[in-house]
């Protein structure tokens, strides 16, 4: 009987554990990632003027205590003046890689709800990929003329970094943090059931 109550609570306790660090959702549009997320800011305003550079490492506020930095430099430009087109009639800032096909991104404190636009830099149809450090992702054909695509998820676990990455040099912009959301009421009953169960085997084997 013993045995089976520590397995019981064993088994609550991971699967709880589990359920808490599940792997992130994906979100291929921002109406949908807003209403995941809940209350957010979106940050369109960079460090410097259109073609400044920003320099790898170097980070800029995107709400709820965390910063947002890259491993390459980037490159503020702005649409209408150093880059063409957006989508939706946008016509703030935005980032470019500068001919890098790839980039890693860095928040200062883990967020777990984030997003972004990105378009590639060549007027056609490409592929671009948003990763996560788990080795989940999300790709879509972003077109260049206008066609500024969402990548956004959310997870129940905070998230300290991401990859983007394109066959081609591409620009990122119109990043959006959220709220964090937290887990289901099942799963911190379970959770907390299974941490009681451990506590009251772990008592009676001290007496």
């Given at each position: 009987?013993?045995?089976?109550?520590?397995?019981?609570?064993?088994?609550?306790?991971?699967?709880?554990?589990?359920?808490?660090?599940?792997?992130?959702?994906y979100y291929g549009?921002?109406?949908?990632?807003?209403?995941?997320?809940?209350?957010?800011?979106?940050?369109?305003?960079?460090?410097?003027?259109?073609?400044?550079?920003?320099?790898?490492?170097?980070?800029?506020?995107?709400?709820?205590?965390?910063?947002?930095?890259?491993?390459?430099?980037?490159?503020?430009?702005?649409?209408?003046?150093?880059?063409?087109?957006?989508?939706?009639?946008?016509?703030?800032?935005?980032?470019?890689?500068?001919?890098?096909?790839?980039?890693?991104?860095?928040?200062?404190?883990?967020?777990?709800?984030?997003?972004?636009?990105?378009?590639?830099?060549?007027?056609?149809?490409?592929?671009?990929?948003?990763?996560?450090?788990?080795?989940?992702?999300?790709?879509?054909?972003?077109?260049?003329?206008?066609?500024?695509?969402?990548?956004?998820?959310?997870?129940?676990?905070?998230?300290?970094?991401?990859?983007?990455?394109?066959?081609?040099?591409?620009?990122?912009?119109?990043?959006?943090?959220?709220?964090?959301?937290?887990?289901e009421p099942g799963?911190?009953?379970?959770?907390?059931?299974?941490?009681?169960?451990?506590?009251?085997?772990?008592?009676?084997?001290?007496?």
């Open positions: 009987m013993k045995k089976f109550l520590v397995s019981f609570s064993v088994f609550l306790f991971l699967v709880g554990a589990a359920t808490i660090s599940s792997a992130a959702t549009d921002r109406a949908s990632w807003e209403t995941a997320a809940g209350s957010f800011v979106e940050t369109t305003d960079y460090p410097g003027n259109s073609y400044d550079t920003l320099a790898a490492g170097i980070g800029f506020a995107v709400g709820y205590g965390s910063a947002l930095s890259f491993d390459i430099d980037t490159q503020v430009r702005t649409i209408g003046d150093g880059w063409a087109t957006w989508s939706g009639g946008y016509a703030g800032e935005v980032l470019y890689t500068m001919g890098a096909t790839s980039l890693t991104a860095t928040l200062s404190s883990g967020l777990t709800s984030f997003g972004f636009e990105a378009e590639p830099n060549p007027f056609s149809v490409l592929d671009i990929t948003l990763q996560l450090a788990d080795g989940t992702s999300l790709t879509q054909g972003v077109n260049g003329y206008s066609g500024a695509d969402f990548f956004g998820f959310t997870s129940d676990v905070a998230i300290s970094s991401f990859s983007i990455s394109s066959s081609t040099d591409f620009a990122v912009g119109k990043f959006v943090a959220g709220t964090a959301p937290v887990p799963t911190m009953i379970l959770f907390g059931l299974g941490l009681l169960g451990l506590a009251g085997v772990s008592r009676k084997k001290w007496r």
